[in-house]
C-alpha cells in the first residue's frame, strides 16, 4: 500500500475558548491532487495554516513524509511548496534571475534543477525575459518553478487561479495534472472554483464547521448517490407538475421550461412516466442530469458558500 506524504491525525484547534478544528484527520497520497473545500469559516485556512506550520495545533498531529510538523519543523516544511493566491515576484528581473535568488536560499538547487523546473512549467522561451512582461498565468507557472525548486513532496496552492482567464485557468489546471502525474508530488488545491475543482482533482475533502464531513473520490462524492436527476421533457409542464405533486406529495419536482425534473431511484422512472402518459401528457424524452460538484456541494453543506 502506498504510503501517504501528508497524514492529519486527530487535529483540533481551540481558539479563546471555541474549537475552530474538530478532530480532523485524512490522509494525502504521491501523485493525487487533492482538493480541500469548505464554506466560509469551516477552518480550512486554519487547517492549512497548521499543515505549514504557521500556527500550532491543540491536539493531534501533522506529519510530512514521516517529519512531525511540531517536533521537527526544518524537517517538514522542507517538503512542502506552496503558493497564496498570486506569487510575488521581483517584476524588474527576469523569470530566471528571480529563481536563482530564491534557490540562493535553498540549499543545494544546482543550476540543472533551475532549468528542470523551467521547462517543466513550460516557461523555456520567456524565462530570461523580464517578469514585468509576464501575463498572470505566466506569473503564475513562474510561482510554481520557485515553489518546486528544493524538489518537494507536496504543493500547497491556494487559489491558484485567482484572476486568470479561462484560457489561464486551464492551463494552470493542466499544469497541475502534469506536475502530480511526472514528479510524483502530492498537491493539496484550495478553491472557490468548484467547475475547476471538479476537472483538476482526483479526490476532495470537504470540511464545515471544523468537522470533516468526508473524502471522496470526484466521481464517488458526485455520482455515490443512489437517487438520480432525472428530468422530463413534456408538452404541458404545468399540468405535468400538478399531477406528479399529487400523486407523489413528499417529492420535490421542479420546472425547467418544458422540463419536469426530480431525484428519483432507478426503479421509480417508468412508474413517473406512466402517471404522465395515462393522463395524457405526452413525454417526448427522459434524461439523466449528472450532479456537477457545486450541486454536490452545495446540498451537503446546506447552501453555504465556499470560500
Known amino acids: ?16 475558548g471555541k474549537k475552530i478544528i474538530d478532530n480532523l484527520s485524512f490522509e494525502i497520497y504521491p501523485g493525487e491532487v487533492f482538493g480541500f473545500l469548505g464554506p466560509n469559516g ?12 504557521l500556527i500550532s495545533m491543540t491536539e493531534g498531529e501533522v506529519l510530512i513524509k514521516g517529519n512531525n510538523v511540531a517536533k521537527n519543523f526544518e524537517g517538514a516544511i522542507s517538503e512542502i511548496g506552496a503558493i497564496v493566491e498570486n506569487p510575488e515576484m ?19 538547487v544546482p ?7 523551467v521547462k517543466l512549467v513550460g516557461l523555456t522561451e520567456r524565462i530570461h525575459e523580464k517578469v514585468k512582461t509576464y501575463s498572470l498565468g505566466m506569473r503564475q507557472r513562474l510561482g510554481l518553478a520557485q515553489a518546486l525548486l528544493h524538489s518537494p513532496s507536496v504543493l500547497i496552492l491556494d487559489e491558484p487561479t485567482n484572476g486568470l482567464d479561462p484560457a489561464g485557468i486551464r492551463e494552470i489546471r493542466d499544469y497541475i495534472r502534469k506536475l502530480a502525474r511526472e514528479e510524483g508530488l502530492a498537491v493539496i488545491v484550495s478553491s472557490h472554483l468548484l467547475s475547476e475543482m471538479e476537472l483538476m482533482c482526483d479526490r476532495i475533502g470537504i470540511i464545515q464547521n471544523g468537522k470533516l464531513i468526508g473524502v471522496q473520490t470526484v466521481n464517488d462524492f458526485i455520482n455515490g448517490q443512489q437517487e438520480l436527476m432525472i428530468r422530463f421533457l413534456v408538452d404541458q409542464s404545468k399540468r ?7 400523486k407523489w406529495p413528499a417529492y420535490t419536482f421542479g420546472v425547467n421550461g418544458d422540463f419536469i425534473e426530480v431525484s428519483l431511484e432507478k426503479n421509480e422512472i417508468p412508474q413517473v412516466n406512466k402517471a404522465l402518459v395515462t393522463n395524457d401528457i405526452n413525454v417526448f424524452a427522459i434524461s439523466q442530469t449528472a450532479k456537477s460538484l457545486e450541486d454536490k456541494f452545495l446540498e451537503v453543506t446546506g447552501g453555504e458558500q465556499i470560500v
Open 240 to 246: 405535468a407538475l400538478e399531477i406528479l405533486k399529487e
Open 90 to 108: 521581483y517584476k524588474f528581473l527576469t523569470g530566471y534571475q528571480n529563481l536563482i535568488h530564491y534557490a540562493r536560499m535553498v540549499n543545494s
Open 42 to 53: 469551516a477552518g480550512k485556512t486554519t487547517t492549512i495554516r497548521m499543515i505549514v506550520g
Open 1 to 16: 500500500m502506498t504510503t501517504p506524504v501528508v497524514s492529519i491525525k486527530n487535529v483540533s484547534k481551540v481558539i479563546k
Open 111 to 117: 543550476k540543472e534543477r533551475i532549468d528542470e523546473v
